[in-house]
């Protein structure tokens, strides 16, 4: 008796506070999510940036934080004497300030001041003219490969890669973090550890990302988008999707992670990329999800899972001379062109990288180099090295992708594979196994083994294109056979048979003993 109400003492005592005092935390952590991602900083008082955002021509906007409410000033200028200056003296931990009036095309030194605690000297570049060059960095799936909170080294390197070239702008496709769940202190340690790398590159260029599923939550039953939308500063927030122009390019930035139709692009925001793509009249169009249309290893979890939907998107895309459809999600790299719309898939940041028989899996970062007569892609992978390299607009023969069925790979008789070709042929011929040219596709052929497909695609410019692909067929006949088997065991029958055997063993013995001895 003594021991149970000890025991309960020691419940009221030590297991009710720490239980109330971990709510409680949550509860203020929850409260304070504009302070709760924690970055290096050269000051205990800065706590986050500062960053560079939603560049323009003539404007840009800084952003940092303080453990302390503090007043706010930056002060700018076109070399390191900083001769501008703009302030806030309302006290915040959060501090946006906007800077206009910036000269095109320009490189301006900034600094940031709260309570006379400065940070280093960093600097941006202004957008150029509409139509003047620029240079642009992508790249995606930079996520751990477990729960660790520690980022990938290969996403640190590409981060220092991505600082030397310098670009105007960058753009990433998505799954920052391994996961978004209910426990807050670990969201916070999951995004601070990819802030810390991530905003060293921010100092420099503005950020703009396409939310990943793996950065949602949705894995835990319900959209926790407030972790990303602290992560990144983007034209239209709180929307997880949303577009601007830079340069004179027009960028559209989806959301592929929606509650609900997830790897889909519906609803309100089908209509609004619709509005928005045939409203722009921007000559060069790119479009960045983290869901990509023709996925080479998430086929049919990707925004292929309607195909219906899916083809209506290219054909959107097509009518509006999209140039650029870039996704993440596929942990490799790859490009292809559909009727003249080039779809990206860079997925290599640092994930585990996904081998599939269409190759590509390597860690790499796209440089992509725009002007108004030439968009120049190059994969580089991490030691620098070109990986490929597309140049728009492309000159040369029809380009023949496959999609779905990979070539040599091995499928049911019958099986369609998907062909697609970079741009529409005036003409195009199918061949199984050399039999005459057919100008549909049909399926693997039924009798089993190997199965060369040739396709053949007409240009407008009168020059053919031929591509051979191989399959093999598991065939369309099966057999037979009789297979003998036994059933499994019932253990609970097992268990009545030997406890009624005990207890006819029992009375066998009561009756033994209690037998009358004969002389």
């Known amino acids: 008796m003594h021991r149970t109400i000890g025991h309960l003492v020691l419940f009221v005592l030590v297991v009710v506070p720490l239980s109330t005092g971990f709510l409680a935390g949550n509860r203020l952590a929850e ?58 003296s309302t006290l915040d931990v959060t501090h946006r300030i906007k800077m206009t009036g910036l000269e095109e095309g320009n490189r301006y030194y900034y600094k940031v001041t709260s309570n006379d605690t400065s940070s280093d000297i960093y600097n941006f570049k202004t957008a150029p003219a509409d139509g003047e060059p620029f240079k642009m960095v992508v790249f995606g799936d930079n996520r751990p490969d477990t729960d660790t909170y520690v980022q990938p080294a290969a996403y640190s390197k590409i981060i220092n890669m991505t600082i ?30 990819f802030l810390n790398i991530t905003e060293r590159l921010g100092h420099y260029v503005p950020i703009y990302a396409a939310i990943g599923n793996h950065d949602t939550g949705l894995a835990v039953g319900s959209p926790m988008i407030s972790y990303f939308l602290d992560a990144f500063e983007q034209f239209g927030e709180p929307s997880t999707y949303f577009s601007f122009d830079y340069a004179g390019v027009h960028f559209v930035v989806l959301d592929s992670e929606v509650s609900g139709p997830q790897s889909r692009i519906t609803g309100l925001q089908s209509t609004w990329l619709t509005s928005d793509l045939t409203s722009s009249g921007s000559r060069m169009k790119f479009v960045f999800v983290h869901r990509p249309l023709y996925p080479l290893s998430h086929i049919g979890s990707s925004l292929d899972e309607n195909k219906t939907e899916r083809d209506g998107m290219q054909q959107l895309f097509e009518s509006v001379n999209l140039t650029l459809f870039v996704a993440g999600h596929d942990h490799l790299y790859n490009r292809m062109t559909v009727n003249g719309v080039v779809h990206l898939i860079t997925g290599g940041a640092g994930a585990p990288l996904y081998g599939t028989p269409w190759g590509g899996a390597f860690n790499h970062y796209l440089r992509v180099q725009v002007s108004p007569s030439l968009v120049n892609i190059t994969a580089i992978g991490l030691s620098s090295e070109t990986m490929d390299n597309y140049r728009l607009p492309y000159e040369g023969p029809i380009e023949i992708f496959l999609r779905v069925v990979a070539n040599n790979s091995l499928k049911q008789a019958g099986t369609l594979p998907e062909i697609y070709f970079s741009e529409v042929p005036v003409s195009k011929l199918y061949s199984w196994d050399g039999a005459a040219n057919m100008t549909t596709l049909t399926g693997l052929p039924s009798s089993p083994g190997q199965h060369q497909l040739d396709v053949y695609a007409y240009s407008s410019e009168g020059v053919w294109s031929h591509t051979v692909f191989v399959f093999r067929t598991t065939g369309s006949t099966t057999t037979s056979t009789t297979t003998t088997t036994t059933q499994p065991v019932d253990f609970t029958q097992v268990l009545v048979i030997v406890g009624l055997a005990g207890v006819a063993a029992v009375v066998l013995i009561v009756i033994v003993l209690r037998r009358p001895k004969t002389g």
């Open 31 to 88: 409260a304070n999510l504009s302070q709760s991602i924690y970055m290096e900083s050269s000051s205990a008082l800065i706590t986050r940036g500062p960053t560079v955002h939603m560049v323009t021509n003539q404007s840009a906007v800084l952003l940092w934080k303080t453990y302390l409410p503090t007043n706010a000033t930056v002060q700018y200028g076109l070399n390191m004497s900083l001769a501008d200056k703009v302030s806030n």
């Open 164 to 193: 030397a070239e310098a670009p105007d702008i960058v753009v990433m496709t998505g799954d920052y973090v391994y996961t978004v769940n209910n426990d807050l202190g670990t969201n916070r340690l999951r995004w601070s550890a």
